[in-house]
Every structure is written in C-alpha cells, then in structure tokens.
C-alpha cells in the first residue's frame, strides 16, 4: 500500500504567473484565448493543454471557494458578500462561454481517442455531458441563482434567542434539547421555531424564485422539469430517479420500523406518556448530558488524537489544516449555519468549517468533515483537477465512514466508560434515523420540481403529507402543527445544493458496509477507503465502490441487511 504524506503542496505553476491574482475579468480572459487559439497537433500537446487548462480551472476554483468561505464564516461583511457576488455576476458568466468551447475543442480533437482510456473515460463522459447541457441563454439565470442562494446563509446566520438571558444562535440553543430539564427543553424549542417562522414568508419568497429560475434553466435546455436536467448535471449516470423511489420505499418497509422501536425505548427510558420532538436527544434526570469539549481548539486537538489512532496520516491532515489556519469551528453570531469541507483545488489542503458548541453532534460532524478532508488530500495528487471532482456519493462515504471507524477511538472525548457507550450508541441510532429524514427530504424535491408552479399553500400541505409518510407515529407533535409545516425550511440543501440529499442514504450504506469490514479487518477495510479515495473522480460510481470493497447497491434487501447489521451492534454495545 502507497504512504501517503499530510505535507501538502500548493500545485506550482506552469502557466499563469505565481504572482497571479483574480481582480477582474480582463486579467483572465487572455489564458482562454490562449487555450482557445493554441494548436495542438499531436496526443502530446493535448495533455500539455489539459494540464494548462486544469491550473486555470485549480486558480479559479480556488478563488470563489475562498470568496464563499470569507462569507459564510462573516455573513455581516458587506466586503465579502460584495466579492463574491463579483465574482459570481462579473467573472463566472464571462468564463461557461469559454468553458463550452473549451469543451468542443477537447472533444473535436482526433487526439482525444489517443488518450488513456481507463483515466480519461469518466473526464470525457462528464464533458460531453456539460456540452449537451450548455445554453447560452442559462448563463444569466446561473448567475442569479449563485446569487440568490447565497442570501439563505446570510437570512438564517443572524437568527438568535434568548435563553436564560442569554443570546444564542439557533446551533448554540440546539444544546438545551440534551438537558435533563423538559420544561427548558420545550421552551427552546418554541423559541427556536417561532424564530424560524418570523423569517417564514422571506424564505418562501426566496425558494419561489429558486424554484422558478431552477425550472427555467431546465426548460431552456430542453427537459420537462428541472429534476431530470439537475440528474444530468449531477452525472448520475448510475442510477436513475426510479431507484430513488424504491429507495424511499425501502426506507419506509425496513428503517421506519427500526426507528419506531429506537423512540419507544426513548420514551420508556425518560419514564414519559408522550415522546415530544424536545425530547429526542434528552436523557434521564440525574445523566448529565454528553460534554465532549469545551472550546474549538480542544475539539481539534482531540479530533487530531483519534484520527491518529486510526492512522497517523489521518491526524496529520488534520495537523496541517490547523496550521494553515484551514479551520473555523465555533458557532458565533453573523455565522452561516452548516458545516461543510471545501476543496481548495491549487492549495490542496481544503477548509472545515462548522458551528461548533460542544454537543456530541458536533463531534461526529468534526469526524464527518474530516472524512472529506482526508479525500481532499488523497486527491490532490491526481493529473487534472477535473479527476478530483469526485461523486458525491462516494464522497460522503469518506465521511459518512469516518464517523463509524471514529467511534473504537472516542476515548480521547470521553474517559468515562459509560459517557463512551451512550456517545457510541447515540452514533448508531442516528445511523438508522437518518434515513427516513433522507427520504423524505429527496421525495419532497421530486414532488418539487415535478410541479414547479405550486403555491407556497400547495407547498406546504404537500411537505405536511410527506412528514406524515417518514415520520414515526411516536413522535407527538400535537400543537406543534405550523411548526411542523415550516420544517422544511431548516434544510438548507433545498435552497443552496438542489437534488444533493440523496447521496446520504446512498452513501450510508456504503460506510456501514465498510464499517463492516473494519468490524472483520480493521486493516483491509482502511486499505480499501484508501484505494477508493485516492481514484477521486476517475473511475464509474460502481467501480470507486468496488475499490472500497463494496457493493453498489440500494435495494430494499441490501438496505435491510445493513439495518439488521447495525441493530445488531448496537445491541452489543447496550448490554
């Protein structure tokens, strides 16, 4: 097995100066029309022209995530809200003209079937794609929807309460839901959502024209709806919107039960007539609730200490991203909600940002965010940057599995035994009731943009019936009935990444099944994420899995098989 190093290096430089800086779009253009004019007259000079146009890619990527992060970690500052809208209005609709015909010179090339088959296959596959999907008259509309879904963060980021006299953004509060005090927990949660209902009516307004530009960008390029034209430039060449269906199907058959009973426990544990949605995270009066740390910075130092125990290269990576001041992991007003982990394509060691405030969640989002890290830096290493662009339904398996492999090391976050168990066991139950939230949020978009011209009315009776279908009956939500009508709005997906929620559950199963060899050979299964994360973008959907030593498959049967797995281990872990 190849080692692998943390000591990242930015990609130097062959065609743009090392002093190079995105200010505007006249300093840019002439490298396309550099790459647009150059003749290449052998298989040689195509690759040399790939590489060009991939660091012109790597810079320019590079340069809008930064923008995005500055935002996101600062929704308050006008400058960075300001550049990145420049970006996004000025730069990005000048570059998808040359872009396409950037594409069409690869792809017209009699050199391009020269090249390596097996590397190349997936690159080109997504490029003649991008070409099919082009529109001239759709490059107005992305601009706009870079735009407008940026407003969501900044609308949700400066959404606080008041608890106990204090002021607390909406992540913060979310840690009153593991006291042991019912009466507190149900105040924060009126207050949490009567918070959310004052931004109501914005945040349909906001999704309405989301929904309505989204549609007019399907329709230009010439598909029904925006589901299908968004499936097709998601690459989702694997598996079809029918799969999807069965899936939630399945989820409603095999994971539904298992959360019925998961909730029936919870209630008979707290010795409660009624289980209210406050209540989920709670414990028994007398158990403290789960402290893994206190500050960002402990949370990283103990995050570096068991990924290390994993494999050190893991700790490493989280090592140098510290150093390199890649992190921001403290919720603070004026902050974005969320988490993510943004690929830096020239630099290669990527960003974790998360709204940290020191619950148990937290922790597996730091580990979750790592997994992704770790890919970022087994990636960095490949040709183009277009290899690194990896389906998300293998990336979120870098996470989703890290979470799982994480918890034989979570001793560093707990020293008590019994804190340990209830963190693990709390780990495992999200893993099954996840799932029908997956769901239902993936059947809620379909039924979206199926029906684009639906009312904000017809909208929210349609998400009421869909909670009803995924939702265990456990839950008493009486009362709580416009609550319950806005709770789509909290996921923001729907408004900044349309159609990406399903990668989840896919991705779920993956990590459990490599969850499950780590169980078997701790070893051989490490080997295998490896394997299949270093591939980035390079190979099909079902051949990255096949790296990692898994099946790609969502059937009911398979989903059954891993539900039974983990009730299973956590059974071990309960006794």
Partial sequence: MKEYSADIRPLPRHFLPSDFKVTDWQTIEPYFKNLLDREINSTEALEHWLRDMSELEAVLSEDICRRQINMTCDTTNKAYEEAFHYFVLEIQPKVQPYAFKLNQKLVGSPYTEQLDKEKFFTYLRSVRSSIELYREENIPIKADLGVLQQKYAAITGAMTVTVQGNEYTLQQA?????????????????????????????????????????????????????????????????YSKDDCFRFHESVKQYVLPLTNELLLRKKDKLQLATLRPWDTEAEPVGI?????????????????????????????????????????????????????????AETGAPFIFMNAAGQMHDVTTMVHEGGHAIQSFLAHELELSAFKEYPMEIAEVASMAMELFSMDYWNVFFDNEEELKRAKIHQLERVITLFPWIALIDKFQHWIYENPNHTTNQRETEWIRLFGEFTSDVLDYSGLERFVANGWQKQLHLFEVPFYYIEY????????????????NRDEALNHYISALSLGGTRTLPELYKAAGLKFDFSGEYIKELMDFVYEELGKIEK
């Fill in 174 to 238: 979310s840690k009153f839901f593991e006291s042991t005090d019912r009466p507190l927990r149900e105040e924060v949660y009126f207050k949490i959502n009567e918070r959310r209902l004052q931004d109501k009516d914005v945040l349909n307004d906001l999704f309405s024209q989301l929904v309505q530009k989204r549609d007019q960008e399907a329709r230009n390029a010439g598909f029904e709806n925006y589901r299908d034209y968004k499936f097709k430039e998601l690459n989702r060449f694997d």
């Fill in 288 to 344: 403290k609730p789960l402290a893994p740390f206190k500050t960002g910075e402990e949370l990283v130092q103990k995050a570096i200490e068991c990924f290390t125990h994993i494999k050190p290269f893991f700790g490493d990576c989280l090592r140098t991203m510290r150093k390199m001041g890649n992190l921001d992991l403290e919720s603070r007003q004026g902050k974005a909600p969320g988490g993510y982990n943004m690929p830096l």
């Fill in 505 to 520: 559950g896919i991705a779920q199963l993956g990590a459990i099944g490599l969850w499950k060899q780590f169980k078997t």
